[in-house]
């Protein structure tokens, strides 16, 4: 079945350190990809998306590229903020009715 | 932009008890939403699919007796906690899909005690 596979945090970083976190998918056919962010204490939020293959989804300054010849859409970002301070999730659509499959997710903790 | 309202953000309840989470489409329709359960320092799991005028359809391994779901309109799913136990303790979110993307509820957190 689909499935999404994200690297283990937390991750700590340094404010104004450059951001990756990896992930990678299983999937038939052609899902959209999306990375969702979690502040604490709150709901799931979209950061951003991609529909197809090559395509890249931007916001905030975070980007990932949709790679099908990798299976892969890393997040990343130039220079993280404390305010990214967050729970980073990668998914994708299955399925019927535009179910979402989720990563596990990763801790980001930027430390001033 | 859409939003998806949630309540109640936390409850706490008597084990034997049952709640109720409600979860709204302010500003959009939806047949479908969903509804998740997180556990601490964990993902997303996908409980079910809640349609409205119609059964919901459970993932494998949830069991539909145990929580019920209802969608009786194009805004408004229900999830009800029946006979909860301390284990149902969670974090429970709903989700509704809008033209793209998926809009999420702030989220339950239940504890049982």
């Known amino acids: 079945g689909n499935s999404v596979t994200q690297m283990e945090g937390p991750v700590t970083l340094s404010e104004e350190a450059f951001l990756t976190i990896n992930c990678t998918y299983t999937?038939?056919?052609?899902?959209?990809l999306f990375w969702y962010v979690q502040y604490p204490g709150e709901g799931l939020q979209l950061l951003l998306k991609?529909?197809?293959?090559?395509d890249k989804g931007s916001n905030k300054g975070f980007e990932a590229t949709y790679r099908k010849e990798t299976t892969s859409f890393h997040l990343e970002k130039g220079s993280v903020q404390v305010s990214d301070s967050a729970v980073y999730f990668c998914?994708?659509?299955?399925?019927?009715?535009?179910?979402?499959?989720f990563g596990a997710g990763t801790r980001l903790a930027v430390h001033p | 932009g859409a939003v998806v309202s949630q309540h109640p953000s936390r409850v706490i309840c008597k084990s034997g008890t049952s709640v109720k989470i409600e979860c709204r489409s302010l500003?959009?329709?939806?047949?479908?939403m969903f509804w998740y359960r997180q556990f601490p320092k964990k993902s997303l799991m996908l409980m079910a699919t809640?349609?409205?005028?119609?059964?919901?359809?459970?993932e494998q391994g949830v069991e539909k007796d145990k929580f019920l779901i209802n969608h009786a309109s194009l805004t408004l799913s229900t999830l009800t906690v029946t006979s909860a136990h301390p284990e149902d303790s969670s974090f429970y979110i709903c989700?509704?899909?809008?033209?793209?993307?998926?809009?999420f509820g702030q989220g339950t957190r239940l504890t049982v005690v």
């Open positions: 989700s509704a899909w809008t033209a793209d993307p998926a809009f």
């Open positions: 999937a038939t056919g052609y899902p959209s």
């Open positions: 991609a529909t197809k293959a090559d």
């Open positions: 998914s994708l659509t299955s399925g019927g009715y535009n179910k979402l499959i």
């Open positions: 500003d959009f329709q939806a047949t479908t």
């Open positions: 809640s349609n409205e005028g119609s059964k919901a359809t459970y």
